[in-house]
């Protein structure tokens, strides 16, 4: 069974730093796409960054650092300077084949469940 676990999330004061990670198991996913999305109170879920097999990587915050480690089938966001508006539930995601990672929700196969992210002012 595939899955995609996150943890590192919690609470912090604005200007903090988290390092959030997601760890999947039932296989690997060296040669994919994987991603960050999160999703706030009352808003769709929308793309923070995403990672090719290669490390070739988006991120829409400049404080915000994807990474991964393939040997160890994980995945990582560290996030930098840390605002009330980055308050939301994280998700982690990876697609099934090999491609480029996609900035959509659809183009991701894999979920896992979710890590709550708030800040406080």
């Known amino acids: 069974q595939v899955q995609l676990v996150e943890s590192g999330g919690g609470t912090v004061q604005a200007g903090g730093s988290l390092r959030l990670s997601c760890t999947a198991s039932g296989r690997t996913f060296i040669g994919n796409a994987m991603a960050w999305f999160r999703q706030g109170p009352g808003q769709e879920r929308e793309f923070v960054a995403a990672i090719n097999w290669d490390g070739e990587n988006k991120s829409v915050e400049g404080r915000f650092t994807i990474s991964r480690d393939n040997a160890k089938n994980i995945m990582y966001l560290q996030m930098n300077a840390l605002k009330p508006e980055d308050t939301a539930v994280y998700y982690c995601?990876?697609?099934?084949?090999?491609?480029?990672?996609?900035?959509?929700?659809?183009?991701?196969?894999?979920w896992g469940q979710g890590t709550q992210v708030t800040v406080s002012s």
């Open positions: 995601a990876a697609t099934d084949n090999y491609t480029s990672y996609y900035v959509f929700t659809w183009g991701y196969d894999y």
